[in-house]
C-alpha cells in the first residue's frame, strides 16, 4: 500500500512540474502588442477605404448617379423607404476603424509620442462628425469603453461637434508638440518610421513632406480645415453663431492656415493592380483582371447630374461619367423605363483614374470651397471670388489628372473659360446669389467624389435644387434628412437609442439642419 | 518518464518475491465457440476464497490439488472443476441467452460488465453496422441506438455527418461526440470517416456525461469508442470480401415542367406588353412547352478566314420537358469495397491485419473518392506483461467538382456549386448536349446559351477540388500485472494527418464577339473579358499524442468487491496549416503557385494545446447485485488562463440488480433480469472560438487589414471582437436514472433512460455595439436545458432450429430550452440564410435550440390574413422576423429487425425522425429562375393571393378583386421572381419530419455441404443490400431530404444549393472465409 501512495504521490509531483510545460498559449500566429505606427497605417487605409464607398445610396439621392436599366433596382434606395439596417455595415465600419485612432491615442499618451496624438485627434473628429452629420446624436463620450461600457449612451449631437471642435483645437498643440519631439528627442529611425507610415503626409507621398517639421504644418493645415468644415456645417443655427467666429478666430491665430492647392489630405499606402490591394474606390468598379464589377454596372449616371454639365457646357461632365458616343447620358433615379446601360454614361475616368490612384479624404477644392463660404459669410478675411474660382480650378485639375482618353487638354484653361462663361451660378461675377454660386459648384465639383459633404450642404443650405426620384412608389416626395439608427445598435443597445418616430428620414433633422 | 520506469522496476522486483512462494492454477474461461467469457466468478468449493476472470477469461488463484473449483457468472451455468496436478486449467463454459451479460467497453478502455454500470450504453457489432455495406462508419450507426443521432448533411463521395448524442448543450461550441478510437481520444468527430468500417469489432456510444466523465472535456458531449478487430485463438483465418454498390439520384426540389425559358426580366417587353423573346435568360418564365423546333441562345457568329462574320448559326431545340437534373445525374456512381482480413492467435498472443480498398463514384461525373486502410493490430504475453498494439494507416484522395465561374469570379472561392447550375437550367435544355465545350460552338462558354451561368460540363472538366489525406494512427498498450489484484497500464497513441488539398480552376480568354455582348446583356464574357486560371494549395499537419498511465486495483473481500484506478493523462494536439492562394496565373491548365501574376495570397497558422490529467475511479460491488461507482478528474489545460486552468470532473453512479438481490426473484421466469441504475456528474467543456484547441483566445490580436502589406508597409488593426482573458469552461452538470429489465429468459429486453442535464456558463459571443470598436465581446453567459427520455427494446421473437427472428425499437423524445442568453438579450443569431432570405438559424430564450427566424407576408394582425397592395395585388414581407420552430428533432424512432431462415438472414433499418421543422434555401434561387414548382402552379395567371386583404379607406378589407398584377415574369416585375425573392423566408419553411427506409440487406450463407467439394473455403456468404432506399415526408416539403444541413455545425436545420442530391444505394456483396 505504501508503494502504491508513492505511485501516486510520484505521479501528482510529475503533473506539478507539468503545469510549466502548459504555458505554451502565447500566439504565434498574430501579435498581441504592435507599435503604434503600424495601426496608423491600418487605420488611415481604413478610413480611406470606408469613405471611398461607404453610404453608396446618397449619389443616388442627389443626382449623381442612377440605377441601371439592366439590374433589378435597390427598392429602399429609390422609394426613400429605408429600414434601419441599410446602414449597419457603414456604421460598423466607421466606429470598428475608429478603435484604431483610440489605441494610438493611447499608447501615443503614455509613451510620448505626440504625434500619434495628434492624428489620432484629426480623425476622430473626421470619423464623429461624419456620423453625426447622418444620424444626429451618436454614442461618444461612452464609446470606446468596451471593457467597462458594451451599452454606451448616445450623446447630444452640437455637444459632441463641440468637442471635436476643441479636439482639433488641442490636435494643433500636440502637432507643435510633435515639431519639437522629431527635432529633439526622436531619433532618425523612428523619425523615418513614422513619415513612411503616415500614408498621408508622409514624404513618400508626392503631397507629403519629409521634413517632421513641414509633415505637422500639413496636418495642422487638415486640423484647421476639417474645423473649419465643422464650424460651417453650422452656418444655420443661430445660437452658435459667436461659437463660430470666435473659433474661426483661433484658427486664423495659430497661423498655419487650411489645405491649399494641391494639398489634399488623401491616402496612398502604395495601391497596387491586386485583389484588396487597389483602390477602393477604384476597385469597386473593375476588378484587377481589368474587367468591370456589377457595381460598375449597376451604378450609372444621374440625367440631373448630366444635364447640369451639359446645360453649364461643362466639360467636367466627360470626367464625372463615361462618354456613350460624343456625349453623356443618365437616366432618373428610380424610373421604372430606365434605359440599358448601352445608352447611358457609366462613372466616368476623371473619377476611375486607375488601381493606384490616391484616395481622397479631404480635397483641397473642398477646402477652397469651404473658404469661400466663410469668406462670403464674412467669417473670414480673403477674397470669396479668387477662393471660388481657385476652388473650380482645383477641381478641374484633379479630374484632368492622369486622365489621357482626350489627349492633351489643359484644366487650368477650361476651368478659366468655364468661370467666365457668363453663366449665373458658374461666373461668379455673372452670378446674383454668391453663397448659391459657391453651394451649386460645390455640388458640382463633389460628383462621386464626397457625397455625404454634399448631401450635409444640401440638407443645410436647399442649395442646389434637387429633384426626387422618379420612382412612382416613393414614399414621400422629399429627399431624405437623415439615415435611420442602425438595426444593429438597436439590437444591442436599444435602452440608449432615441427613439424616432414614423419617417424620421424625413422629418427628424440632424441639429445643424434648422 | 525516467521516474516511472524506475519505479516499475522496483514494482516488478518486490512482486516477484512474492511470487515465488506461492503455487497458483491460472487458466482461460471459454464458451462452446472458443470465446473468452469475461468476470466469471471463480471460488474453491466449500470455502470464502475467490477470485474472478478478467476480460479476456483469464483468471489465477491459489489452490491445492484435490480441491474443486466452481464457476459462475450471469449469463453462464454454474460448472465445478478439480483442480489437477498441473498448474494450468482452462476451463469451458455454456452460455445463457441473455444480452445484459455482455462486456461493455467503458471510458478509458475498461472492459466491464454491463450490469455493473449506472449508465446508458449502447453496443454495436461489426456485423450490425456493416449489414449494408457503409464505406462511412457513422451512417452505419443510423437508426440503431436511442439517443444518438447521425445526419448525413451532405451527399458526395466524401459525405459529411453530423454525430450527436443527447443533444445539445453548447450554444456556440462543439456539440458532436468524441471519438476514441482502441483508446486514443480524438476530438475531431470527422476522423470517423477515416475508419474502415470492416476492421471495427464493436462501436460502443457512451451516451451521456456520465458515463464520460473521465475523459475530460473533449468528452462532455459523450463519446463513441470504436474497437478494433483483434486476431482470436485457433487456425488463421483468411477473409476476402467485395461489395459493390449503385448510387442513384434519389431526391431534387420538386419542379415544374410545363413553362419554358425565353422569356423573362428586364426591359424586354413590347408596346403591346408582350414580351420580346430572351432566348438567352436564366429564368423559365417563358410560354408553355409546344415540342417545335425553337432556337436557343441567339446565334453563333461562325467567321471567314479573313475575320468577317460569315453567318449566325442557331442552335435549334424541341421545346420541350427533357428534365435537365435528372439527366446530368442519370449515371449511376459506382462504389468498389474490396476487403481483405487475415486473423489468427494462440494462447500466447493474437494477430490481425485489415486492409480496404474503397472506390466511392459520385453520380456527379467525375466525382470520385478512394480510401485505402490498412491495419496491424497484434497482442502478446509474456508471463504477467502483456503488450497490445494496433496500427492503422489510411490514405483518401477525393477528387470533387470545384465551383463555377460567375459574373464576378475571381479566386476558386468564387462561383456557383455544380448543382445550383444543374437544377436552375431550363427545362427543356438537353444538357448532356453540351459536354464537348472543347470544339463545340454551341457548348463552349462564349457560345453557350445561357448569359449568367455556367456550361456545368465545362465545371466539371475544369474546376477540380482534390484533397489527399494521409493518416496514421499507433497505439501501444503495455500492461503489467503485479499481482492477482494489481495491473499496470501504460496506453500511448498517436495519430498523425497530413493533408493535402488542391482547388484549380482553369482560365478563359473569350472571343472578342462573346466580349462585345451582341444581345446587350451583361454577360458573363463581358462582364469578366478574361477568366484567369486560378488555384488554391493548402498543407495541413496534425498531430496528437495521448498518453494514459493507469494503476489498476480489483480485489474482493468477502461480498464486497473493489476496483479501483488512478490515472494520469498527458495529451498534446498540434496543427500547422500553410495556404496559398493564386487568383490569376500564368499559363491555363498548368496549376503551379510558382506562375502566379502578382503576389499570391499566402497564410501560415500554428495551434498547439496541452493537458495534463490526473483521474480515479472506484467501483464498490456488494454482492454481485449492488454497485456504486464514483469518479473525479482533475484536468489542467493550457488553452485557459493559469488562474482558471484547473477544473474537476466529479461523478458517480448506482447500479442495482433487484432480481438478483431479492430472493424470490432468482430465477423468476418471466422477469429473468432486473436492475435500476442512477448517475450524476459534471464535465466542462472548453469552447473558445474558432481557432483550432481553442488556443489562443484569450487575448485580442492585431491583424493586417484587407491588402496589407502593401510592399515594405505594414499594417495592422485590433480584431473586432473582444476576447475575454478569464474565460471558464462551460459547466454541464448531468443526472440519468435508467432501468433495465429481461424477460423470458432475456428473450425480451428493455431498457430506458431519463436525462437531464443543465449546461451553464456558455461562452457566448455577445453582439455589442459597434461603438464599443468591437462587434463582438465573448463573455461567460447563458444557461441550456436539455432533458430525453431513450427506451431500447429488443427482443428475440423466434428462436427456433431453421428461424430466428429478432427485432429492436429504440426511441428518444428530447426536449432542450434556452434558459438565459446574455443580460438583456434574448437572442443570438448562430447563421444566416443564402438566397437572400432574411433571418436565421437562432439561440432564443425560452424556446429550444436552436430555431429558425426568419420573415413572413405582412400580415393583419387581428386575423392573420396577407394583406396585399391595393393596386398590385403583391404581398410584402413584414421585416420584423419571426421563429417557425426547432430545427433538432424532438423524436426519434429507430426500428431494425433481423430474420434468419437457415443460411438466409434478411436485416432492414428504418428510423423516423420528426418533431423539427427545415428551411429550404435553395426555394428562393428556383423561384427566381422559374423552375420551382409552385410557381406554376395557377399557371402562371394573375391570381388572387387567399386569405388577403388590402388597405382600403383607412381600414383593411377583404381581398376579392385584386390579382396580382403579373403572375409570370412580364417586364422583370413578376410575381413569384420578385416578390418570393425580397426577402420572404416563411414559405420556405417545412415540417423537417421524415421515415427512412435506410438500411435492408439480404445475405445467404452458402451451406457446408456445397463448400465441402473445395474444402479450402470455409465459409461463403453472398448479399443484396440497399440503402435510403424509401423516404416518406410530409407533402409540403417538396424540396428535399431534411436531413440535409448548410452546416454541420449547431446552426443544422436550412439546406441549400450547396449540397450535393440525395442518393439511394443498391448493392450486392460476396465474402469468403478460408
Redesign the interface.
Known amino acids: 500500500m505504501k508503494?502504491?501512495l508513492?505511485?501516486?504521490l510520484?505521479?501528482?509531483l510529475?503533473?506539478v512540474s507539468?503545469?510549466k510545460?502548459?504555458?505554451?498559449?502565447?500566439?504565434?500566429?498574430?501579435?498581441?502588442?504592435?507599435t503604434p505606427n503600424?495601426?496608423l497605417?491600418?487605420?488611415l487605409?481604413?478610413s480611406a477605404?470606408n469613405v471611398s464607398f461607404d453610404y453608396p445610396n446618397l449619389p443616388c439621392w442627389l443626382g449623381y448617379w442612377s440605377r441601371s436599366?439592366?439590374?433589378?433596382p435597390d427598392v429602399q434606395t429609390e422609394t426613400y423607404n429605408i429600414?434601419n439596417d441599410y446602414t449597419n455595415t457603414e456604421?460598423?465600419n466607421i466606429?470598428?476603424?475608429?478603435?484604431?485612432y483610440?489605441?494610438i491615442e493611447r499608447v501615443g499618451q503614455t509613451s510620448g509620442l505626440p504625434f500619434y496624438v495628434g492624428v489620432a485627434k484629426v480623425m476622430k473628429a473626421y470619423n464623429m462628425s461624419t456620423l453625426v452629420d447622418l444620424y444626429n446624436n451618436?454614442?461618444y463620450s461612452?464609446?470606446?469603453?468596451?471593457?467597462t461600457?458594451?451599452?454606451?449612451k448616445f450623446d447630444d449631437a452640437q455637444t459632441i461637434y463641440n468637442d471635436l471642435v476643441s479636439e482639433l483645437d488641442s490636435s494643433i498643440i500636440y502637432f507643435e508638440n510633435a515639431k519639437t519631439y522629431y527635432t529633439t528627442v526622436a531619433t532618425s529611425t523612428t523619425i523615418n518610421t513614422d513619415n513612411?507610415?503616415d500614408?498621408v503626409y508622409g514624404g513618400g507621398r508626392p503631397n507629403g513632406s519629409s521634413d517632421p517639421v513641414g509633415r505637422m504644418t500639413l496636418w495642422e493645415q487638415f486640423a484647421n480645415t476639417l474645423e473649419l468644415k465643422l464650424l460651417i456645417h453650422q452656418s444655420q443655427v443661430s445660437s452658435q453663431q459667436t461659437f463660430i467666429q470666435t473659433e474661426i478666430a483661433k484658427i486664423v491665430a495659430n497661423g498655419f492656415g487650411f489645405i491649399g492647392a494641391g494639398q489634399s489630405a488623401n491616402v496612398n499606402?502604395?495601391?497596387?493592380?491586386?485583389?484588396?490591394?487597389d483602390n477602393p474606390f477604384y476597385g469597386n468598379f473593375y476588378?484587377?483582371?481589368?474587367?468591370?464589377?456589377?457595381t460598375q454596372?449597376y451604378y450609372r449616371a444621374e440625367a440631373t447630374g448630366v444635364n447640369f454639365y451639359i446645360n453649364t457646357v461643362d466639360n467636367r461632365g466627360f470626367f464625372f461619367y463615361s462618354a456613350v458616343g460624343n456625349s453623356i447620358a443618365g437616366n432618373h433615379e428610380g424610373d421604372p423605363?430606365?434605359?440599358?446601360?448601352?445608352n447611358i454614361s457609366a462613372v466616368g475616368p476623371g473619377l476611375l483614374k486607375g488601381y493606384t490612384q490616391d484616395q481622397l479624404l479631404l480635397s483641397d477644392f473642398e477646402s477652397l470651397f469651404l473658404q469661400a463660404e466663410a469668406v462670403q459669410r464674412g467669417w473670414l478675411s480673403g477674397n470669396a471670388q479668387t477662393l471660388y474660382q481657385n476652388a473650380i480650378t482645383a477641381n478641374y485639375v484633379y479630374l484632368y489628372n492622369g486622365v489621357t482618353v482626350y489627349g492633351p487638354i489643359d484644366p487650368n484653361a477650361d476651368a478659366l473659360a468655364y468661370y467666365t462663361s457668363g453663366l449665373a451660378d458658374v461666373d461668379w461675377t455673372a452670378s446674383p446669389n454668391k453663397l448659391e454660386a459657391i453651394m451649386t459648384q460645390k455640388w458640382a465639383a463633389l460628383n462621386g467624389i464626397n457625397w455625404t459633404e454634399a448631401w450635409t450642404d444640401y440638407r443645410r443650405t436647399g442649395i442646389p435644387n434637387l429633384p426626387i426620384t422618379s420612382s412612382p412608389t416613393h414614399l414621400v416626395p422629399q429627399i431624405p434628412v437623415r439615415y435611420l439608427y442602425p438595426q444593429?445598435?438597436l439590437?444591442?443597445?436599444g435602452?440608449n437609442v432615441p427613439k424616432l418616430g414614423n419617417n424620421a428620414q424625413f422629418t427628424a433633422k440632424i441639429f445643424w439642419n434648422q | 518518464m525516467r521516474k516511472f520506469l524506475t519505479l516499475l522496476g522496483v514494482l516488478v522486483l518486490s512482486s516477484v518475491l512474492v511470487l515465488a512462494q506461492q503455487k497458483n492454477v491460472t487458466g482461460r474461461v471459454t464458451d462452446a465457440q472458443g470465446q473468452p467469457v469475461p468476470f466469471a466468478t471463480i471460488r474453491i468449493k466449500g470455502t470464502k476464497v475467490g477470485t474472478s476472470a478478467d476480460a479476456d477469461g483469464n483468471y489465477s488463484i491459489k489452490a491445492k490439488e484435490g480441491e474443486t473449483l466452481v464457476i459462475s457468472g450471469t449469463g453462464i451455468s454454474t460448472k465445478e472443476f478439480p483442480v489437477g496436478a498441473g498448474g494450468v486449467l482452462d476451463m469451458q463454459v455454456i452460455r445463457k441467452e441473455t444480452a445484459l451479460t455482455e462486456v461493455v467497453v467503458t471510458s478509458l478502455g475498461v472492459k466491464r460488465q454491463a450490469k455493473e454500470l449506472g449508465y446508458s450504453t449502447a453496443k454495436i457489432s461489426n456485423k450490425e453496422l456493416n449489414q449494408a455495406k457503409v464505406v462511412d462508419l457513422s451512417t452505419g450507426l443510423q437508426g440503431k441506438v436511442s439517443g444518438l443521432q447521425v445526419n448525413l448533411t451532405n451527399n458526395d463521395v466524401d459525405p459529411t455527418t453530423r454525430i450527436v448524442l443527447r443533444g445539445n448543450r453548447s450554444i456556440t461550441g462543439n456539440n458532436q461526440a468524441l471519438i476514441v478510437v482502441d483508446g486514443v481520444p480524438i476530438d475531431d468527430v470527422s476522423y470517423i470517416t477515416k475508419v474502415n468500417p470492416e476492421d471495427v469489432e464493436t462501436v460502443n456510444t457512451l451516451k451521456g456525461a456520465v458515463a464520460a466523465a473521465v475523459y475530460g472535456s473533449k468528452a462532455s458531449n459523450g463519446v463513441l469508442i470504436i474497437t478494433t478487430k483483434h486476431g482470436t485463438r485457433g487456425k488463421p483465418t483468411i477473409t476476402i470480401g467485395d461489395a459493390v454498390q449503385w448510387n442513384t439520384l434519389s431526391y431534387y426540389p420538386k419542379l415544374q415542367n410545363t413553362f419554358g425559358s425565353y422569356g423573362g426580366e428586364g426591359s424586354y417587353t413590347n408596346p403591346d406588353g408582350t414580351v420580346l423573346n430572351v432566348p438567352y435568360e436564366n429564368q423559365s418564365y417563358g410560354p408553355v412547352f409546344n415540342g417545335l423546333r425553337t432556337p436557343l441562345g441567339l446565334g453563333v457568329p461562325v467567321f471567314n478566314p479573313d475575320g468577317t462574320v460569315a453567318r449566325l448559326d442557331t442552335n435549334m431545340v424541341d421545346f420541350n420537358y427533357k428534365n435537365p437534373v435528372k439527366s446530368f445525374f442519370k449515371k449511376p456512381g459506382i462504389t468498389n469495397q474490396l476487403d481483405i482480413s487475415y486473423s489468427s492467435g494462440d494462447d500466447r498472443g493474437t494477430f490481425y491485419m485489415g486492409f480496404q480498398d474503397a472506390v466511392v463514384n459520385g453520380i456527379t461525373p467525375k466525382n470520385q473518392s478512394r480510401r485505402d486502410n490498412i491495419r496491424l493490430n497484434g497482442s502478446r504475453i509474456y508471463g504477467r506483461f502483456k503488450a497490445e498494439y494496433s496500427l492503422g494507416y489510411n490514405q483518401k484522395v477525393t477528387d470533387v467538382a470545384g465551383l463555377s465561374y460567375n459574373q464576378t469570379s475571381g479566386s476558386v472561392f468564387t462561383g456557383r456549386p455544380l448543382y445550383f447550375e444543374v437544377m436552375n437550367t431550363p427545362g427543356w435544355i438537353p444538357i448532356n448536349d453540351f459536354k464537348n465545350w472543347q470544339t463545340d460552338m454551341f457548348s463552349d462558354p462564349n457560345g453557350y446559351f445561357n448569359a449568367y451561368a455556367t456550361n456545368p460540363w465545362w465545371t466539371v472538366d475544369n474546376s477540380r477540388n482534390k484533397v489527399n489525406t494521409y493518416d496514421i494512427l499507433g497505439n501501444v498498450n503495455l500492461s503489467f500485472k503485479i499481482n492477482d489484484w494489481l495491473n499496470l497500464t501504460d496506453r500511448i497513441g498517436v495519430t498523425q494527418t497530413t493533408l493535402e488539398q488542391k482547388i484549380t480552376r482553369a482560365g478563359i480568354t473569350f472571343a472578342p464577339w462573346a466580349i462585345a455582348d451582341p444581345w446587350q446583356a451583361g454577360n458573363i464574357p463581358s462582364s469578366l473579358q478574361y477568366l484567369a486560371p486560378a488555384e488554391f494549395d493548402e498543407t495541413f499537419f496534425e498531430q496528437r499524442i495521448n498518453n494514459d498511465a493507469i494503476l489498476a486495483f480489483d480485489r474482493t473481500f468477502g461480498k464486497f468487491n473493489f476496483k479501483a484506478m488512478a490515472g494520469v493523462n498527458y495529451a498534446q494536439r498540434y496543427r500547422r496549416t500553410i495556404a496559398l492562394q493564386g487568383d490569376a496565373l500564368q499559363f491555363p491548365g498548368f496549376y503551379n503557385i510558382s506562375s502566379v501574376l502578382g503576389t499570391p495570397g499566402y497564410g501560415e497558422s500554428m495551434f498547439k494545446q496541452r493537458e495534463y490529467s490526473i483521474y480515479e475511479d472506484l467501483t464498490v460491488g456488494y454482492s454481485e447485485f449492488l454497485f456504486l461507482h464514483l469518479s473525479n478528474r482533475d484536468e489542467w489545460n493550457s488553452v485557459l488562463d493559469p488562474s482558471q486552468r484547473h477544473f474537476r470532473y466529479p461523478g458517480g453512479d448506482i447500479s442495482f440488480i433487484f432480481t438478483q438481490a431479492i430472493e424470490s426473484l432468482n430465477n423468476n421466469r418471466i422477469l429473468s433480469f432486473g436492475k435500476i441504475r442512477a448517475g450524476i456528474s459534471q464535465v466542462a467543456n472548453i469552447n473558445l472560438g474558432t481557432n483550432p484547441y481553442g488556443a489562443y483566445s484569450l487575448v485580442n490580436t492585431f491583424v493586417p487589414p484587407t491588402g496589407f502589406p502593401f510592399g515594405n508597409l505594414g499594417g495592422y488593426s485590433q480584431s473586432n471582437t473582444y476576447l475575454n482573458p478569464l474565460i471558464k469552461p462551460e459547466i454541464t452538470t448531468a443526472q440519468e436514472v435508467g432501468f433495465d429489465l429481461g424477460f423470458l429468459n432475456n428473450r425480451i429486453n428493455l431498457s430506458a433512460a431519463y436525462y437531464h442535464s443543465i449546461t451553464k456558463d456558455q461562452t457566448l459571443t455577445a453582439q455589442i455595439s459597434p461603438a464599443t470598436g468591437f462587434t463582438g465581446k465573448v463573455v461567460n453567459a447563458g444557461q441550456i436545458t436539455n432533458k430525453g427520455l431513450e427506451l431500447d427494446v429488443n427482443a428475440t421473437v423466434i428462436k427456433t432450429k431453421d428461424w430466428t427472428w429478432q427485432v429492436g425499437v429504440n426511441y428518444a423524445h428530447y426536449q432542450n430550452r434556452v434558459d438565459e442568453l446574455l443580460p438583456g438579450v434574448n437572442e443570438l443569431q448562430l447563421s444566416g440564410f443564402t438566397g437572400g432570405i432574411s433571418g436565421g438559424i437562432y439561440a432564443i430564450k425560452g424556446l429550444p435550440y436552436p430555431v429558425i427566424k426568419t420573415t413572413d407576408w405582412l400580415r393583419d394582425s387581428a386575423n392573420g390574413k396577407i394583406i396585399v397592395d391595393p393596386v398590385t395585388g403583391f404581398p410584402s414581407v413584414d421585416p420584423n422576423t419571426k421563429v417557425y420552430g426547432n430545427t433538432n428533432p424532438t423524436d426519434i424512432l429507430g426500428i431494425t429487425t433481423s430474420v434468419s431462415y437457415k443460411g438466409f438472414t434478411f436485416s432492414a433499418v428504418a428510423d423516423y425522425r420528426g418533431g423539427n421543422q427545415i428551411m429550404n434555401e435553395l426555394g428562393t434561387q428556383l423561384d427566381f429562375t422559374g423552375i420551382s414548382f409552385h410557381s406554376a402552379e395557377n399557371a402562371r395567371q394573375r391570381m388572387i393571393i387567399p386569405n388577403s386583404e388590402y388597405m382600403s379607406g383607412g381600414k383593411l378589407v377583404p381581398n376579392n378583386s385584386v390579382a396580382v398584377q403579373n403572375g409570370g415574369n412580364i417586364s422583370g416585375a413578376g410575381f413569384w421572381p420578385t416578390v418570393y425573392t425580397s426577402g420572404i423566408g416563411s414559405v420556405y419553411v417545412t415540417s423537417a419530419a421524415f421515415w427512412k427506409l435506410r438500411e435492408v440487406s439480404l445475405t445467404y450463407e452458402i451451406p457446408g455441404s456445397v463448400l465441402s467439394h473445395v474444402n479450402w473455403i470455409k465459409r461463403a456468404v453472398v448479399g443484396i443490400n440497399g440503402r435510403n432506399l424509401l423516404m416518406l415526408r410530409p407533402k409540403s416539403n417538396f424540396w428535399s431530404d431534411p436531413e440535409f444541413s448548410d452546416n454541420n455545425g449547431n446552426a443544422v436545420g436550412s439546406t441549400s444549393e450547396y449540397q450535393n442530391p440525395p442518393t439511394r444505394i443498391f448493392g450486392a456483396s460476396l465474402n469468403l472465409t478460408f
Open positions: 508503494k502504491l508513492i505511485a501516486i510520484v505521479g501528482s510529475a503533473v507539468c503545469t510545460s502548459l504555458n505554451i498559449n502565447n500566439n504565434p500566429n498574430q501579435p498581441t502588442s504592435v503600424v495601426v497605417s491600418a487605420a487605409v481604413g477605404a436599366g439592366n439590374y433589378v429600414a456604421w460598423g466606429y470598428t476603424n475608429m478603435k484604431n483610440i489605441y451618436v454614442p461612452d464609446a470606446f469603453k468596451v471593457g461600457e458594451v451599452q454606451p513612411q507610415y500614408v499606402p502604395g495601391y497596387q493592380p491586386s485583389t484588396g490591394k476588378a484587377v483582371t481589368g474587367s468591370t464589377t456589377p454596372n423605363a430606365s434605359l440599358p446601360n448601352s444593429v445598435e439590437n444591442t443597445n435602452a
